[in-house]
């Protein structure tokens, strides 16, 4: 058990704000049973960010290289909230030199250094250090009660799902080219918000077993360049110069989940005008139906058959402190207080020290591991490969976890 936990944050971006701030709150949703957890550094190559994130977070200093990170002998635990291509180096770094990594999603921008993160994550837990993925979504109150209502039978035999998560970051062809817009067909729109997408819909229907019907489009082919740190959502001087987007704005795709009984359909959008964060899942079964809509995440939709024809339909259920990570999940934990994505990322962060320190007064479920990274990459790998032969069956390989039962 550690007398207290010092963390940092290596990327102080849209995300790794998020992360800056989820480390300070976790300590203080669910129960009081974590040792002091210190906010030690906030690290961004871009100092002005680091410097003020660090200061807006609380956090006691800033760093520009993640170096100086890996070699701070009062940081313990470490987020990795960097573009997918530098999450290998960083996090193979900082294991090697001693510490716990919570590594944002997707694992890697290619399925080789995902999996050489993996056994890397291998050989570091036989020095007894964590190393997880944020699979954000899966502390979402609504998904996981949904989830509840799949297994505890309420809805009985799942028979089939339709996903989408349309966002609109990229619909406009004045927002310049970034990290996000270069790299092998895949690793665009579907990296970036399908990575979420096919395991909040395994979450709800089981393991993806294949794909087919892949497609991809490149809506706007060219964009400007800025010059020189553009922030999301901020006009950034450009250099008049354009370059080629290389990836996906827009992917879809068919799925075969669990014994290959349970079918669904997905989709994903940089480019949907007017949906800035739009992850819907609806779930039908034998028994019933249910919906969770991220922009609406304080509740779900959910239709019973035993309620019969005449007073049948969806109903609207609003969350509260019957259902998962309310309870205790926030400062005023009442029924229909409201909530939202940043929430998430406090549990998630809570999920991590938990297991950190060992705790095992009602810790909370562990976040994924880099296993489970590598079967989610391989999952955007298939949809990859239908796309590229024209929409074709790719099986999905089994797990490790699958290998093993
Ligand atoms: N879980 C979620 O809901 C969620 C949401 C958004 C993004 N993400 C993931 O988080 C990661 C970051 O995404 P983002 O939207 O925050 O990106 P971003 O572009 O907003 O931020 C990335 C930051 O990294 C900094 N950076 C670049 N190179 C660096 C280096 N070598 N060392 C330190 N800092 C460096 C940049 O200056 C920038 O501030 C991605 O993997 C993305 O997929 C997850």
């Keep these: 058990m550690h007398d207290s936990i010092g963390v940092a944050v290596i990327g102080a971006g849209m995300a790794g704000k998020a992360h800056a701030a989820a480390w300070r709150n976790a300590p203080s949703v669910f129960g009081s049973t974590l040792p002091p957890v210190r906010l030690v550094s906030v690290g961004d190559a871009y100092e002005p960010l ?11 200093r800033h760093d520009v290289d993640w170096r100086a990170i890996a070699a701070a002998d009062d940081i313990d635990v470490v987020s990795v ?28 921008d290619s399925l ?7 056994a890397a994550a291998a050989d570091a837990a036989e020095r007894g250090l964590v190393a997880r993925i944020g699979f954000t979504y899966r502390r979402a109150p609504g998904l996981a009660a949904i989830r509840q209502l799949v297994e505890d039978g309420t809805l009985g035999r799942v028979l089939h799902v339709s996903a989408r998560y349309w966002t609109d970051y990229g619909s406009s062809p004045d927002v310049p080219f970034s990290w996000r817009f270069g790299g092998a067909p895949g690793t665009g729109a579907l990296a970036d918000v399908g990575s979420h997408l096919t395991y909040v819909a395994e979450f709800l229907a089981g393991g993806l077993r294949s794909v087919n019907g892949g497609m991809f489009t490149t809506a706007i082919t060219k964009r400007p360049v800025a010059a020189g740190f553009a922030l999301r959502g901020q006009a950034a001087p450009l250099t008049g110069e354009s370059a080629d987007v290389e990836n996906d704005d827009y992917a879809t795709f068919n799925a075969r989940f669990g014994d290959g009984t349970v079918v669904g359909s997905l989709e994903v959008s940089r480019v949907a005008t007017s949906h800035p964060n739009g992850l819907v899942i609806e ?9 969770w809509d991220q922009e609406r995440p304080s509740e779900i939709g959910l239709a019973l058959q035993s309620d019969g024809p005449r007073l049948g339909g969806y109903r609207q259920v609003v969350l509260g402190p019957e259902h ?6 926030m400062a005023m934990d009442a029924p229909g207080v409201g909530w ?20 095992t007064v009602d810790p909370l479920p562990a976040n994924a591991t880099f296993d489970d990274g590598v079967h989610n990459m391989e999952v955007l790998d298939a949809v990859a490969r239908s796309a590229a032969a024209g929409g074709a069956s790719v099986d999905v390989p089994t797990t490790k976890q699958e290998q093993h039962a």
């Design 112 to 118: 080789e250094d995902a999996r050489a993160m993996a």
């Design 283 to 291: 779930v039908f079964c034998e028994d019933g139906a249910a919906r």
């Design 324 to 329: 998962p990570y309310v309870a205790g999940g």
């Design 50 to 60: 680091a410097v003020e994130a660090a200061r807006r977070f609380g956090y006691s």
């Design 340 to 359: 939202g994505q940043n929430q998430m990322f406090e549990y998630q962060a809570r999920a991590f020290l938990d297991e950190v320190a060992g705790n």
């Design 81 to 108: 909230v960097v573009a997918n291509q530098l999450h290998r180096e960083i996090v193979e770094g900082l294991l090697a030199a001693g510490k716990h990594v919570l590594c944002e999603k997707p694992l890697s």
